[in-house]
């Protein structure tokens, strides 16, 4: 599976930004699929999932009430709406996927797009 991610740039605090995430060929309804993200210096940590199987959600404490993460109703694209960002949010943020349920670590998940980089300013 390729995952090609968009969206991300640079924004001030308190600013919202969507990132965008798309297989090729096909649906994320057999995968759970959602973002991580990695600071400069720092590890890659997740900030939401969702399972295409049931559709369940999951978000990183730092992230819950002010993220959302979403599909279509194709389940074609994943979509994460980041609002009240804040400069800590900065860092390059992933597509990732794997078949089956959810996991949390990034090491359980096969399939990674290119990185976007998410910037807010202070």
């Known amino acids: 599976v390729q995952l090609q991610a968009s969206g991300g740039g640079v924004v001030q605090a308190g600013g919202s930004l969507r990132l965008s995430c798309a297989p090729s060929?096909?649906?994320?309804?057999?995968?759970?699929v959602g973002w991580f993200r990695q600071a400069p210096g720092k590890e890659r940590e997740l900030v939401a999932l969702m399972s295409g199987v049931t559709g369940a959600t999951t978000y990183a404490d730092s992230v819950k009430g002010r993220f959302t993460i979403s599909t279509d109703n194709a389940k074609s694209t994943v979509h994460l709406q980041m609002n009240s960002l804040k400069p800590e949010d900065t860092a390059v943020y992933y597509c990732?996927?794997?078949?089956?349920?959810?996991?949390?670590?990034?090491?359980?998940?096969?399939?990674w797009g290119q990185g976007t980089q998410v910037t807010v300013s202070s």
């Open positions: 060929g096909q649906t994320f309804s057999r995968y759970a």
């Open positions: 990732a996927a794997k078949q089956g349920l959810l996991a949390l670590g990034p090491t359980s998940y096969e399939y």
